[in-house]
């Protein structure tokens, strides 16, 4: 099984369209978890951290289910500035300093926002 | 917070010879950077870990005496490609480990370097 799963699309959506992209993660000792985001030929940027409790940034929200190892992001109110490939990643560490530090990315999962 | 920077941001050599690439996180120190390769339409692969004043652990697969990694400070790491040739053509980008306002530890990337080896 590998370690970070996620559907790697695409997803063709239409502009003000919501979109949710799901994740999993093999191993149960994952501490902390991220979302980011690669441009076409850019390199990765961090979208947002996921906690425990969800968290919302924006028209992004990002929520994680231990029990099912399982993390999802929820886009809404798409912008054609959104069409990205979506990085689910996690991290087997936890706060600096504080056990292992090992950043497993998933392969992706890519937005397309159409006019 | 969090910016780091790679240079140069595209090159073009010719086959065998060595290119160097420099990463440097600008406003953090960074014990721990990563030197990751990414082909067209491929995700990102890890090649290896660079720890500030001790030998790189490379990845399965990766040859440490063709991609040296020198992290001579707490602010510098650099990949050096050596005897490059077509085959080593990518998309190579570094990153920076750190956390931000107690946050959890995570990773900055550099814009990316783009070689091409004729």
């Known amino acids: 099984r590998k370690e970070v799963e996620q559907d790697p699309g695409p997803f063709n959506v239409p502009e003000g369209a919501t979109v949710a992209f799901n994740c999993t993660y093999s191993n149960s000792a994952s501490q902390s978890f991220f979302w980011y985001r690669q441009d076409c030929r850019k390199e990765p940027k961090l979208l947002m951290s996921?906690?425990?409790s969800g968290n919302e940034d924006g028209r992004f929200t990002a929520q994680l289910n231990r029990a099912s190892q399982y993390i999802s992001l929820l886009i809404r109110d798409s912008k054609l500035s959104d069409s990205a490939t979506y990085l689910c990643?996690?991290?087997?560490?936890?706060?600096?300093?504080?056990?292992?530090?090992?950043?497993?990315f998933g392969k992706g999962t890519k937005l397309s926002v159409i006019p | 917070g969090a910016v780091v920077s790679q240079h140069p941001s595209r090159v073009i050599c010719k086959s065998g010879t060595s290119v160097k690439i420099e990463c440097r996180s600008l406003d953090f120190q960074a014990t721990t950077m990563f030197w990751y390769r990414q082909f067209p339409k491929q995700s990102l692969m890890l090649m290896a870990t660079?720890?500030?004043?001790?030998?790189?652990?490379?990845e399965q697969g990766v040859e440490k005496d063709k991609f040296l990694i020198n992290h001579a400070s707490l602010t510098l790491s650099t990949l050096t490609v050596t005897s490059a040739h077509p085959e080593d053509s990518s998309f190579y980008i570094c990153?920076?480990?750190?956390?931000?306002?107690?946050?959890?530890?995570?990773?900055?990337f550099g814009p990316g370097t783009r070689l091409t080896v004729l």
């Open positions: 990153s920076a480990r750190t956390a931000l306002a107690g946050g959890p530890d995570t990773q900055y």
């Open positions: 996921v906690y425990s």
């Open positions: 990643v996690v991290n087997h560490g936890g706060y600096s300093g504080a056990g292992s530090y090992q950043l497993t």
């Open positions: 660079s720890n500030e004043g001790s030998k790189a652990t490379y």
